[in-house]
């Protein structure tokens, strides 16, 4: 399946996941459970997964799915209840499908896959903040609603509402990350490539440091097969079913080369990864996301200049805007890309020793590029997206603002509203902000649901 070309990248992954792996790299599956046990730096791991046999055990395309949700929950702010609001339009999107009837049934499918798949992890879990291996038992997604055509199938209006497993939530907040370039994943042909990918972006990184990322990686071709949940473990059979993805990988740059040694059943891989191919520290990654920073130019500014001399322009900035030398112009990522750009522009923060009052005034005597304006309000926000773009924008919000409070069947109807332009998102956000701070919710759902009633 090609690229959407609409696609927006994922930029953060988490390690769990992606180590323990725990979709099956092949395209189309038939059991409906799998178990493996091994040794682990001294530790056993036993991991589980039972799935309904109508849907089989997460597979292939499910692979874009974990890995769009991932990226929808990291670029809502990381929710401490990890749930999450979207059309099946823009879910289509961030997972580098079309937008046709019969992705919209695989988008079905695999979220319904991954809610009802119970994963069991005994002694591989990692609790990064606290330094220790845990047991896990979750369901991906803990719990789905969704609205659907009158054949029970999803549509253009599907508005989708879920939650993240609690350990899942955890682990992403506690920082258990590491980058992944989603816009090259989705890139690639097949959805095996894809979770294998996936899964030696994994293998790379060190759980004890995420500092440190391996340029090879060499394990025994049975033991591979097995992390990869590929069923039949004829070493033969495992040669041919990772043949395909090992050469595209190899051709699009990220492996410089495969080498399998030995015979039989002791048949080792030895993967060499390429160094050109950009990685980038997660903590600096997310960083700069905040900022609105893309990621391929985050990894462009990186590579050419380091992370610590980008941490330091990231904190030069934050101060400038903290002490009301510079209000942004236009957007936090043009700012702060014009500091890094032309640093010798922009004041120094004082040394500790100096009065912080007198910062402003000193720093206002250097030159300064960018006009100070205030930020933009909703209004002007919403002004510049398309009107897709902005309907989209305002049922994620208000389903953020109004998290238990909003049904999916609402939001269908609402965002309905803003595609025909019988409501503006903009005014509704507006609305329902103002009603969350004078703590009157219940008044504004009310009078929303009015509006749509008599509006029908």
Same mark, same amino acid.
């Given at each position: 399946?090609?690229?959407?070309?609409?696609?927006?990248?994922?930029?953060?992954?988490?390690?769990?996941?992606?180590?323990?792996?725990?979709?099956?790299?092949?395209?189309?599956?038939?059991?409906?459970?799998?178990?493996?046990?091994?040794?682990?730096?001294?530790?056993?791991?036993?991991?589980?997964?039972?799935?309904?046999?109508?849907?089989?055990?997460?597979?292939?395309?499910?692979?874009?799915?974990?890995?769009?949700?991932?990226?929808?929950?990291?670029?809502?702010?990381?929710?401490?209840?990890?749930?999450?609001?979207?059309?099946?339009?823009?879910?289509?999107?961030?997972?580098?499908?079309?937008?046709?009837?019969?992705?919209?049934?695989?988008?079905?499918?695999?979220?319904?896959?991954?809610?009802?798949?119970?994963?069991?992890?005994?002694?591989?879990?990692?609790?990064?903040?606290?330094?220790?291996?845990?047991?896990?038992?979750?369901?991906?997604?803990?719990?789905?609603?969704?609205?659907?055509?009158?054949?029970?199938?999803?549509?253009?209006?599907?508005?989708?509402?879920?939650?993240?497993?609690?350990?899942?939530?955890?682990?992403?907040?506690?920082?258990?990350?590491?980058?992944?370039?989603?816009?090259?994943?989705?890139?690639?042909?097949?959805?095996?490539?894809?979770?294998?990918?996936?899964?030696?972006?994994?293998?790379?990184?060190?759980?004890?440091? *995420?500092? /440190?990322?391996? %340029?090879? $990686?060499?394990?025994? +071709?049975? &033991?591979?097969?097995?992390?990869?949940?590929? #069923?039949?473990?004829?070493?033969?059979?495992?040669?041919?079913?990772?043949?395909?993805?090992?050469?595209?990988?190899?051709?699009?740059?990220?492996?410089?080369?495969?080498?399998?040694?030995?015979?039989?059943?002791?048949?080792?891989?030895?993967?060499?990864?390429?160094?050109?191919?950009?990685?980038?520290?997660?903590?600096?990654?997310?960083?700069?996301?905040?900022?609105?920073?893309?990621?391929?130019?985050?990894?462009?500014?990186?590579?050419?200049?380091?992370?610590?001399?980008?941490?330091?322009?990231?904190?030069?900035?934050?101060?400038?805007?903290?002490?009301?030398?510079?209000?942004?112009?236009?957007?936090?990522?043009?700012?702060?890309?014009? *500091?890094? /750009?032309?640093? %010798?522009? $922009?004041?120094?923060? +004082?040394? &500790?020793?100096?009065?912080?009052?007198?910062? #402003?005034?000193?720093?206002?005597?250097?030159?300064?590029?960018?006009?100070?304006?205030?930020?933009?309000?909703?209004?002007?926000?919403?002004?510049?997206?398309?009107?897709?773009?902005?309907?989209?924008?305002?049922?994620?919000?208000?389903?953020?603002?109004?998290?238990?409070?909003?049904?999916?069947?609402?939001?269908?109807?609402?965002?309905?509203?803003?595609?025909?332009?019988?409501?503006?998102?903009?005014?509704?956000?507006?609305?329902?902000?103002?009603?969350?701070?004078?703590?009157?919710?219940?008044?504004?759902?009310?009078?929303?649901?009015?509006?749509?009633?008599?509006?029908?």
């Amino acid at each position: 399946m090609p690229l959407n070309e609409k696609t927006a990248a994922t930029q953060i992954d988490e390690l769990n996941l992606s180590q323990l792996n725990l979709i099956s790299a092949v395209d189309k599956a038939e059991n409906s459970e799998w178990e493996v046990s091994y040794e682990h730096g001294g530790r056993v791991v036993q991991i589980r997964c039972e799935a309904l046999p109508k849907y089989s055990v997460p597979h292939g395309l499910d692979n874009d799915v974990s890995a769009a949700l991932i990226n929808l929950f990291m670029d809502s702010g990381m929710p401490e209840d990890g749930r999450f609001t979207i059309s099946a339009t823009a879910l289509l999107r961030l997972c580098g499908w079309h937008n046709t009837g019969h992705y919209h049934a695989t988008l079905k499918t695999s979220l319904e896959r991954l809610h009802t798949s119970s994963y069991t992890v005994s002694g591989g879990w990692r609790d990064h903040p606290r330094g220790r291996w845990t047991h896990a038992k979750f369901h991906f997604i803990e719990s789905l609603q969704f609205t659907t055509a009158g054949s029970g199938q999803f549509d253009e209006r599907t508005v989708i509402k879920g939650r993240l497993a609690d350990a899942l939530i955890e682990s992403l907040r506690g920082g258990y990350v590491k980058p992944l370039d989603s816009e090259f994943m989705l890139s690639l042909s097949r959805p095996r490539t894809r979770v294998l990918y996936r899964i030696l972006d994994g293998a790379r990184y060190d759980p004890e440091n *995420l500092e /440190q990322y391996r %340029d090879q $990686y060499e394990v025994g +071709l049975l &033991a591979w097969a097995e992390q990869c949940r590929i #069923p039949n473990s004829v070493p033969g059979n495992v040669r041919r079913a990772l043949s395909g993805p090992h050469e595209e990988l190899v051709e699009r740059g990220y492996l410089r080369s495969v080498t399998i040694s030995g015979r039989g059943k002791q048949q080792r891989i030895r993967y060499e990864f390429n160094e050109n191919f950009i990685q980038v520290n997660p903590a600096l990654l997310q960083r700069l996301q905040g900022y609105g920073i893309a990621d391929g130019v985050a990894r462009r500014l990186s590579n050419e200049l380091g992370s610590a001399a980008l941490h330091a322009h990231m904190d030069r900035f934050d101060w400038l805007v903290r002490t009301g030398v510079l209000v942004v112009k236009k957007s936090r990522a043009a700012a702060l890309m014009h *500091l890094i /750009q032309h640093p %010798d522009e $922009y004041p120094y923060p +004082l040394q &500790a020793s100096e009065k912080a009052e007198k910062a #402003p005034a000193k720093a206002k005597a250097a030159r300064n590029p960018e006009p100070l304006l205030e930020p933009p309000s909703v209004a002007q926000e919403f002004a510049k997206l398309s009107v897709e773009e902005a309907a989209e924008r305002g049922i994620s919000r208000l389903g953020f603002h109004f998290r238990q409070d909003l049904s999916p069947l609402l939001l269908d109807q609402l965002r309905q509203a803003f595609l025909d332009g019988r409501l503006s998102p903009a005014a509704v956000l507006e609305d329902a902000m103002a009603a969350v701070a004078r703590m009157k919710k219940a008044e504004f759902l009310e009078a929303l649901r009015e509006k749509l009633e008599l509006r029908h």
